[in-house]
């Protein structure tokens, strides 16, 4: 005769379920782990070598972004050192805590099961794996996100009203990594509005603490912003309103830039699993089906208009792909029947599982045909010799520093020449206000400048000295066939600071 388990007890879990609860910790784990592998082993892509420049002196906010990944980028370097694991160290934790809170909220949503599917999901997602190991905004960006949504998920659960503090903070960080968690609000509130009895909300003291408590913590970049003439909002927000003349060619781009992030099967099942979410939101309005609902549709719907104009970057849906996976997890159960069902789960994750692989192999040694020119990881190899060459190439010119004109070939430079000369960017000095300017004799003195061939900028040079001498070219082993070419000058003679 079975003991009835003590009212009010959990439920015990069956082996089976045990078992497959810790083959899905030890997946995460061991993924994360072998994240740190890969980030270690790398070189920086363009931007985390310019980030890295922001964290060299922490500030309220950037031109290009909020200060979060710059923040995150220090504490690694604190902990790590001024290495590329340094750089990355916190974004596979970041991405690990993410999984966690993934599962979590999809337990409190739609149960254990569709929790477990959503999770396997997520780690096979191939922008989820990218983003676990190179630190840019769209990191904390996905996990401030995650952390609104499970916190909403433990509102609705809980009906403790102490959990809308959690909410603001978390969506005050989230807008302190980027300006995209704006749309955690549209979440927010179609909630609140959408849902029968969430109005009672708005009668409650903590949300409008919650409210207050986000933009207190999000006051830095307001701050900055308005010491600056608003220019970085005036940068991002100016996106919206830019016409291009190729949509149906960057709505295709869109498209099926998603259909590879997410692998194919995978966002096969999380289209269908949205699209049963939303009509099931539409027919019941039962709390959870709205809430991911909110969570999904806004951004998607506005980077599917943005697309009919102008060019979407895979990694800006980022912060929706935790809530798709939960999509996926449902899908699954909507296209197949039992018997299926696991069958075409396996072929999913098996697929981006391998799309995953073969994105962390070539990213430590190419595998890919070297004649490929539009390959996303040639940016982080060759930096340190061809950093050599250069240094040694303005030792020979008798050079004091290294000048550039874009901001990828700056940071790259600046990091693979740390300690050894400083590396200014001519133009655009407003990507630099929060670093203390070089010394003013220094910059009197010549200068080598380096950059990509086709953006060397051959006029910037003649307006800023008075003498330019061309030294030729150099070369950087990207990965491809015939390199990289950047072109070298000698300049020198300023009119006035070059700076």
């Not at 991405?95 to 409190?108: K, N």
Request: with cysteine; hydrophobic share 55%; aromatic share 10%.
């Amino acid at each position: 005769m079975k003991t009835a388990a003590p009212l009010g007890a959990a439920p015990q879990e069956s082996p089976e379920t045990r078992a497959a609860n810790v083959l899905l910790i030890t997946a995460a784990l061991g993924l994360c782990a072998l994240r740190l592998t890969v980030a270690a082993s790398t070189g920086l892509a363009d931007d985390e070598a310019y980030y890295r420049i922001w964290s060299l002196a922490p500030a309220l906010s950037y031109f290009d972004h909020p200060p979060m990944v710059a923040w995150m980028m220090a504490a690694g370097r604190f902990l790590v050192g001024d290495t590329a694991l340094g750089v990355r160290f916190l974004a596979p934790f970041a991405h690990l805590v993410g999984t966690a809170l993934l599962w979590r909220t999809a337990s409190l949503l739609y149960g254990a099961e569709v929790a477990r599917r959503a999770v396997w999901v997520f780690l096979a997602m191939p922008l989820a794996a990218v983003g676990g190991v190179i630190m840019t905004p769209d990191m904390p960006s996905v996990l401030f996100s995650g952390l609104v949504l499970w916190s909403l998920a433990e509102l609705d659960r809980s009906k403790n009203a102490n959990w809308w503090l959690a909410v603001g903070f978390f969506a005050g960080l989230g807008l302190l990594s980027k300006y995209t968690n704006l749309f955690l609000g549209a979440t927010i509130l179609i909630w609140l509005v959408a849902v029968p009895g969430n109005l009672r909300w708005f009668r409650s003291l903590k949300l409008w603490a919650g409210g207050v408590l986000a933009m207190i913590v999000a006051s830095p970049v307001v701050i900055w912003n308005a010491e600056h003439g608003w220019v970085s909002f005036s940068k991002q927000f100016g996106r919206v309103a830019r016409n291009g003349s190729a949509g149906a060619a960057y709505l295709a781009e869109f498209i099926g830039g998603f259909l590879a992030l997410a692998s194919p099967l995978i966002a096969i099942f999380a289209i269908a699993g949205l699209i049963h979410v939303v009509r099931a939101a539409i027919a019941n309005r039962k709390s959870r089906d709205v809430l991911l609902s909110a969570a999904t549709l806004p951004m998607l719907l506005y980077f599917l208009i943005h697309a009919l104009h102008d060019r979407v970057q895979g990694n800006w849906p980022g912060p929706v792909y935790p809530a798709l996976a939960i999509c996926a997890g449902i899908g699954l159960g909507t296209l197949f029947s039992e018997r299926h069902r696991k069958p075409a789960f396996r072929a999913a994750l098996a697929i981006g599982f391998l799309m995953v692989t073969a994105i962390y192999v070539h990213a430590v040694t190419p595998v890919l045909p070297a004649a490929v020119r539009k390959d996303p990881t040639e940016q982080m190899r060759g930096w340190q010799a061809f950093a050599d060459a250069v240094d040694q190439q303005r030792k020979q010119a008798g050079a004091a520093w290294v000048a550039t004109s874009s901001y990828a070939t700056t940071g790259q430079l600046a990091f693979a020449l740390r300690d050894r000369t400083t590396v200014a960017q001519l133009d655009e000095r407003i990507r630099y206000l929060f670093l203390p300017p070089p010394p003013a004799e220094l910059l009197q003195k010549p200068t080598l400048y380096v950059e990509l061939e086709r953006r060397a900028d051959r006029t910037l040079l003649r307006n800023k000295f008075r003498n330019v001498v061309s030294l030729g070219t150099l070369k950087r082993d990207n990965g491809i066939v015939g390199g990289a070419t950047y072109a070298v000058f000698l300049a020198s003679d300023p009119p006035e600071p070059p700076l």
